[in-house]
Structures are given as structure tokens and as C-alpha cells.
Nanobody, 127 residues
Framework: QVQLVESGGGLVQAGGSLRLSCAAS????????MGWFRQAPGKEREFVGA????????AYGDSVKGRFTISRDNAKNTVALKMNSLKPEGTAVYLC????????????????????WGQGTQVTVSS
């Protein structure tokens, strides 16, 4: 069983920055593709970013490209999301996800490709 726990959310003004972190336990973290998604009330879950099992490959949603950076530390079983130039439309619950067979799925942007999810951390961006 894999457990994912997100942290780092909060309230920030538009234009500000936040750094989210996700700690994983159980299984072999270094084999997972890790992803971040977000979900605002009444909206569909949106892909934010993903990083391959080796950390060399990344992908980002169009709405965050150039502003967000995903990284991982396989020694610490953590994945981070650095968010710069935040916008009010970025207000959402941010969820960490793990795809156990990272070699097979690659850097997937599809929510159905992920096997485990965290509970999420709230990010609120004020205008």
C-alpha cells in the first residue's frame, strides 16, 4: 500500500509563490512516475505536472508551463512542486499522485494512469 501526504498549501496573493511537497511511503518510490493535479470546486481534475521515475523527464499542463517546476528526491521519497507567479484561477486543491509502473506509463498526463492519490492540500490565490 502506498500512502501520499501533501503539504505546503496555503493562502498567497496573486503573483506570489508557494512550494508544495508530497511524501510517499510504501513500495519503491524510485520506480514511480509522480504527478500533480488540481481540482477546483465544480471543475474537472486538471493535470498540473508530472516527473518520470528517474527525474529526467517532466511534463506540464499548458496553464502552468513556465511558472511551475516539478522535482523529486528519490533518496527522501518526496516530490515537490514549486509554483511561481500564481494566479487566482490557480485556487484549488492540489493532489499528488503515483503511477507504480513508471517505466511502462512514462510521464503520463492522464489521471487514469495513476494508481494512488493523496488527500490534497488547499491553495488559495487572492487577487
Amino acid at each position: 500500500q502506498v500512502q501520499l501526504v501533501e503539504s505546503g498549501g496555503g493562502l498567497v496573493q496573486a503573483g506570489g509563490s508557494l512550494r508544495l511537497s508530497c511524501a510517499a511511503s510504501g513500495g519503491t518510490f524510485s520506480r514511480y512516475t509522480m504527478g500533480w493535479f488540481r481540482q477546483a470546486p465544480g471543475k474537472e481534475r486538471e493535470f498540473v505536472g508530472a516527473i518520470g521515475w528517474r527525474g529526467g523527464s517532466t511534463a506540464y499542463g499548458d496553464s502552468v508551463k513556465g511558472r511551475f517546476t516539478i522535482s523529486r528526491d528519490n533518496a527522501k521519497n518526496t516530490v515537490a512542486l514549486k509554483m511561481n507567479s500564481l494566479k487566482p484561477e490557480g485556487t484549488a486543491v492540489y493532489l499528488c499522485a503515483a503511477a507504480l509502473d513508471g517505466v511502462r506509463v512514462g510521464v503520463t498526463t492522464r489521471a487514469v494512469g495513476y494508481d494512488y492519490w493523496g488527500q490534497g492540500t488547499q491553495v488559495t490565490v487572492s487577487s
